[in-house]
């Protein structure tokens, strides 16, 4: 989609199927389902203890970029996120280092207490949809996640894990 919106609703909204192939079922239903039987492993992943998710996405196609991560862990603490959760707290990026290179001081103490690859996790080239998919799965039984909006891979992850409080994170902060 020339907008970058998550494909999942577009495709469970689609006038063409909405009513036929999917029966009128609802996106947050229905996407997880969707996704298992689309997606799913020829060897199962044990899924992590995740009381967070937090997917920052740093690469975009001009003029779209993303807020500062500041703003993705100032979300996170509004909407319940305690020092008790860090440890079972995952950050996924396509970029970590950028995240620690430009975060607070305030922040990076946070992230150092927090699950945050500690290099960069492509998923490009040899195997890595594999390690794509892997990491979804991993994280498929988060209970909270702020993702960035439009991103589709935080969106795949909150709807395979059924997260009950999602949380999407404007380029501007919002």
Not at 48 to 56: H, P
Not at 78 to 86: C, K, M, N
Not at 104 to 128: A, C, D, E, W, Y
Request: hydrophobic letters at 35%.
């Amino acid at each position: 989609f020339n907008r970058y919106d998550f494909w999942g609703t577009h495709l469970m909204n689609n006038k063409r199927y909405k009513n036929s192939i999917f029966r009128g079922l609802n996106v947050t239903d229905g996407f997880p389902f969707l996704f298992r039987k689309l997606f799913s492993l020829k060897k199962p992943v044990k899924a992590k203890n995740c009381s967070w998710m937090i997917q920052y996405r740093t690469q975009w196609p001009p003029p779209f970029y993303t807020a500062p991560f500041d703003d993705f862990i100032k979300c996170a603490n509004s909407s319940g996120l305690t020092p008790a959760d860090y440890s079972s707290t995952y950050v996924i990026s396509d970029n970590p280092k950028k995240i620690m290179d430009t975060s607070s001081p305030f922040t990076k103490s946070i992230l150092k207490q927090m699950n945050l690859p500690r290099s960069r996790v492509t998923s490009r080239g040899r195997s890595g949809d594999l390690k794509t998919m892997q990491t979804m799965y991993e994280l498929s039984e988060c209970k909270n996640a702020v993702v960035s909006l439009g991103s589709s891979f935080g969106s795949c992850i909150a709807g395979l894990a059924h997260v009950q409080k999602l949380f999407r994170v404007g380029h501007d902060g919002s």
